[in-house]
């Protein structure tokens, strides 16, 4: 195994994303978290009262041999609405907000111009913020791989 690269991404509640993200080849490890904030170590409450200014949020490491991050921001647009403004779906508030949080220069200029790419895509205005990565605070432990320890998360792909 070589070098591994980090991806950070908010897509609304972790859970989902982070399955989604799980199936993808090449990544290495995911864990789930809150970033973008300004409250430190911020607890699942913390966050759900919407005034620490974090996002819910998956980290990946993954081999950037086998997966690119094209790829990964491929699967990020196909896992939510980009559109609509700190929600997604019945989840809401700015913690569930479209977020890619980079962390190289190159990364920045994916997100941008893929996010470009994606708007003509949709009709509504693509919400989605590019931001630099910041702290990365993992979620507590029962909210990791959530979906899988309760043998929900299965591929949908028929």
């Known amino acids: 195994m ?29 864990a789930v978290g809150y ?45 939510h609405d980009p559109t609509t403004l700190n929600r997604q779906g019945p989840d809401v508030g700015a913690q569930y907000r479209s977020a ?3 962390h190289t220069p190159q990364q920045e200029a994916a997100a941008k111009s893929s996010k470009e790419k994606m708007q003509a895509a949709y009709k509504n205005k693509i919400v989605t913020e590019i931001t630099a990565a910041s702290e990365f605070y993992p979620a507590e432990d029962y909210h990791q791989q959530y979906l899988e320890k309760r043998g929900l998360a299965h591929c949908s792909i028929p």
């Open 100 to 102: 890619i949080f980079f």
């Open 35 to 79: 970033s973008g904030g300004h409250f430190p170590n911020p607890t699942y409450k913390d966050v759900c009262t919407g005034k620490t200014g974090h996002a819910e949020v998956v980290q990946v490491e993954y081999d950037p041999a086998t997966v690119s991050y094209e790829d990964l921001l491929k699967v990020f647009w196909e896992n």
């Open 2 to 30: 070589g070098y591994m690269e980090k991806a950070t991404f908010g897509a609304g509640c972790f859970w989902g994303v982070e399955a989604a993200f799980r199936q993808v080849k090449g990544i290495v490890s995911t």
